[in-house]
């Protein structure tokens, strides 16, 4: 315990400071910062190397997060949420309170509600949304385990948190796409 509470308090200094860091989650390994510091989420897209129009996802920790995020959220996310047995993101409209590019420029943002401990317990710190994309070069493929991570992205992040993840799937998450007028589009299983 004493070892994720010093990643937790490392992890965060360093996003505060409008840093970016690469750390587990409960699907893939992340690189991530301040989802409302647009500095921040700017050096994410040029690490890699991603056009900006191609959207990155915020996590969150609850339901609080996301009301602070969506005004409007259609009922059917709740019931999503509640039956899927794997990570679930979910693309709704019109987001607030998160940097302007971070959003898609259909006025849609990504969200996964986090169960994982460590960036559940750093968005607790955090009080704020945490970004989350692969750690890899857009583009490439999508790393399953730390070892496959490019050199490339370990020295491009301000900090790599230091814990092993055995529950990691290793699988990206399914990605729903909901719209306020209830349209329901499935993007990724």
């Known amino acids: 315990m004493q070892e994720i509470n010093q990643e937790i308090h490392n992890a965060f200094e360093v996003i505060q400071k409008g840093g970016i860091i690469l750390y587990p989650t409960e699907t ?19 690490l890699k190397k991603r056009e900006e129009t191609k959207s990155m996802i915020a996590l969150v920790n609850g339901e609080r997060m996301i009301y602070n995020i969506f ?8 019931d999503i949420l509640d039956l899927s047995e794997k990570p679930t993101t979910l693309i709704l409209d019109n987001p607030r309170n998160v940097a302007e590019n971070l959003i898609s420029p259909d ?6 509600i986090i169960k994982e401990p460590f ?16 750690a ?7 790393p399953v385990s730390f070892k496959e991570i490019s050199e ?7 900090y ?19 719209t306020n007028d209830c349209q329901v589009k499935i993007i990724r299983k």
């Open 71 to 78: 005004k409007e959220i259609p009922s059917v996310a709740w």
């Open 119 to 134: 960036a559940y317990k750093l968005l607790e710190r955090m009080k704020k949304p945490l970004v989350s994309t692969s």
């Open 152 to 158: 490339e992205i370990l020295k491009g992040v301000d």
């Open 28 to 46: 893939v390994w992340g690189i991530g910062c301040d989802a409302t510091n647009a500095e921040a989420v700017a050096k994410i897209y040029a």
């Open 107 to 112: 006025k849609t943002l990504g969200i996964r």
């Open 136 to 142: 890899n070069i857009s583009g490439m493929p999508t």
């Open 160 to 178: 790599v948190v230091n814990l092993p993840n055995e529950k990691m799937t290793g699988k990206p998450s399914a990605i729903i796409k909901l």
